[in-house]
């Protein structure tokens, strides 16, 4: 049975991985040993640091070293799967998705889970009815205006429900916003499935749904009108082309102080905290041309099975107590995954009371993404591994190198070739 992720107002929050050495040093775990666990993650500098922080309450408190490698985004998936092969898996990852091919050398986290409360909507249970992972935190997709260019121009941007804008009204107000001001672009997007499914979604669109036939298949028209606007605002004056097809950093490019607004999500609020000083930053409503609709993720955490899993288990268990996950949560942004907790967000505070607001009014399938790549997994129906059809295929549509008919063709097809079903 397909197990739905839904969230209340108040109960989710604002939100992906490395290589480094070594193991126990000395004979075991007698008293004095000095002990190092490797942990793999990605983009906790741009959090914040916050894993690095409780990595160094935990030594304060047990003088185990938590030995952080920070691995590129986009390296992450393939050097985790190469260590799987090599007999090198770290002791513990914060990744972005379970892989086959390690996926049985994972402990099960049903126990930390149940005694530090993580939200039972959030759970997904393998076969064996063993938890292997859950989310570490929440992240939203969502939208950041310059609000220096936008006061500038006289443009409004929603806060509120009632000021709601479609995405035919956001792009008017952007190329406004850009003649009025000279600034560069009028948007910039993260080249990411997880960004395009929320678009895709509030165009009415569920994406791409897997069916009893063991086949994909989407919502023609509601898909074609998506990824149709998406064609077209690729068209280096509303959005600048190189970020999609040629990799250029649009987190940079809106920091530059030169694009109107940003299509990224919540874990970007904590850089922008910190690191934009030449301009005033804000969070905005997204778009919603037929429905409200974002798209939720997070980072996953698993333990390997191998002679310091307990200790590694041990550091999970510690950083979900409710103190130590609340500033966690406080120091990198983190949309929660535990109930009732008293977060302060200090000057970010508006931009996650958004976020929260944005969350409750979306659409169902917002939230379903999740849990449905985690049973596939966890039944055998996916190889796995880096394809992203969705994205490949959204690139060349981006380039001008096919229409909006043979990509979907295409992503479909891509789908169906990385699913097994019995």
């Not at 304060?60 to 986009?74: A, F, K």
Request: proline share 3%; aromatic share 10%; net charge negative.
């Amino acid at each position: 049975m397909k197990r739905r992720l839904i969230l209340t107002a108040g109960t989710a929050g604002a939100a992906a991985l490395p290589l480094s050495a070594c193991g126990f040093i000395g004979g075991g775990d007698d008293e004095g040993d000095t002990k190092t666990l490797k942990f793999w993650l990605s983009g906790d500098a741009n959090q914040g640091g916050g894993f690095q922080k409780m990595a160094d309450k935990y030594f304060e408190e047990t003088g185990v070293t938590i030995d952080i490698d920070d691995i590129p985004y986009d390296d992450f998936n393939t050097r985790l799967r190469n260590a799987a092969q090599a007999d090198g898996l770290p002791d513990f990852a914060r990744v972005t998705a379970i892989d086959p091919i390690w996926q049985n050398q994972l402990e099960d986290l049903s126990d930390i889970a149940a005694e530090r409360g993580v939200m039972e909507s959030l759970l997904a249970e393998n076969e064996d009815g063993e938890i292997p992972t859950f989310l570490t935190d929440l992240t939203a997709v969502g939208l950041y205006v310059n609000k220096s260019l936008f006061d500038q121009a006289g443009v409004a941007y929603p806060t509120t429900a009632d000021g709601l804008w479609t995405w035919d009204q956001f792009i008017a107000a952007v190329k406004e916003v850009k003649a009025a001001t000279g600034a560069r672009y009028g948007l910039v997007m993260d080249p990411s499935s997880h960004r395009l499914r929320s678009f895709m979604y509030q165009f009415g669109s569920d994406g791409f749904v897997l069916g009893d036939d063991c086949t994909y298949s989407t919502d023609e028209a509601a898909t074609t009108a998506a990824l149709q606007t998406f064609a077209d605002i690729n068209d280096d004056d509303v959005m600048p082309k190189s970020v999609w097809v040629s990799g250029d950093d649009a987190n940079a490019l809106f920091k530059s102080g030169q694009v109107a607004a940003y299509y990224s999500g919540s874990w970007q609020v904590a850089d922008f905290q910190a690191n934009i000083a030449d301009f005033e930053w804000a969070s905005a409503l997204m778009p919603a041309q037929t429905r409200r609709a974002t798209n939720l993720g997070g980072g996953y955490i698993v333990a390997y099975k191998g002679d310091k899993s307990q200790a590694a288990l041990d550091f999970i268990s510690w950083l979900f107590e409710a103190e130590n996950y609340t500033e966690i949560c406080e120091i990198s942004g983190f949309l929660p995954v535990v109930q009732g907790l008293d977060i302060d967000y200090g000057a970010s505070q508006a931009s996650f009371d958004l976020y929260n607001d944005e969350i409750a009014a979306s659409a169902p399938v917002s939230a379903e993404q999740g849990n449905s790549a985690l049973e596939m997994v966890y039944k055998g129906q996916t190889a796995g591994g880096d394809a992203d059809p969705l994205k490949d295929e959204a690139v060349k549509l981006a380039n001008g190198e096919q229409d909006v008919a043979t990509t979907i063709a295409n992503i479909i097809a891509g789908l169906n070739e990385n699913i097994t079903c019995e």
